[in-house]
């Protein structure tokens, strides 16, 4: 852990019936609607600071060999403190336990850090689908200057 917490935040699934950390979970994805879609399928993992969520990640099931992080946030207070990284380890183990054999995960053409933060935790560029954005976001999203129009899947194998 790096600099910053005083308090390792403990990481495990959101229980039944608890609040959805909509907050967190819209810093990835601006649309409410595609949160919702993927939510019912797939296991969500909070990280706490005591019950406070200060980090969370989506995993979804896409068959019985392979899994894909649909959703994965930190708290602004907290980003650049390593969560991030372990957030992405945790859901390398839960994956794995699970018997999947690769992990996806997907970003933007414009998340350059996003990009560093996946390869350094060993996911590499699988596939790009282009258009992505452009075609499933009703209004034109930017980020670091540039307009998000394609989706890069990067995929670790487990
Ligand atoms: N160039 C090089 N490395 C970069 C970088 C850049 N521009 N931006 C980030 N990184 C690296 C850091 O160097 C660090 O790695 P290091 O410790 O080996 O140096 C790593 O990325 C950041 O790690 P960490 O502190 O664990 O990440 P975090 O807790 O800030 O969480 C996100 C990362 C992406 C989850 C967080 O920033 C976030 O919630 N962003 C908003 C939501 C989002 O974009 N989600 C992903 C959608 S695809």
Do not use: W
């Not at 650049?80 to 690769?102: N, Q, R, V, Y």
């Amino acid at each position: 852990m790096q600099p910053g917490f005083q308090e390792k935040p403990t990481i495990r699934l959101l229980r039944h019936g608890e609040a959805v950390p909509y907050g967190l979970l819209l810093l990835a994805d601006p649309s409410r609607e595609m949160i919702d879609s993927y939510l019912p399928l797939s296991e969500t993992r909070v990280a706490l600071l005591g019950d406070r969520p200060v980090g969370v990640y989506v995993l979804m099931p896409l068959g019985k060999e392979a899994a894909e992080i649909k959703n994965i946030a930190v708290d602004p207070m907290h980003q650049g403190k390593g969560l991030g990284k372990l957030l992405l380890a945790d859901a390398t183990e839960a994956a794995k336990k699970s018997g999947f054999k690769t992990l996806a995960i997907g970003t933007a053409n414009t998340s350059v850090g996003q990009l560093c933060l996946y390869q350094k935790q060993g996911f590499e560029l699988d596939s790009i689908n282009k258009g992505f954005y452009l075609r499933h976001y009703p209004a034109p999203l930017f980020e670091n200057g540039m307009q998000c129009k394609h989706l890069l899947m990067l995929v670790k194998q487990l």
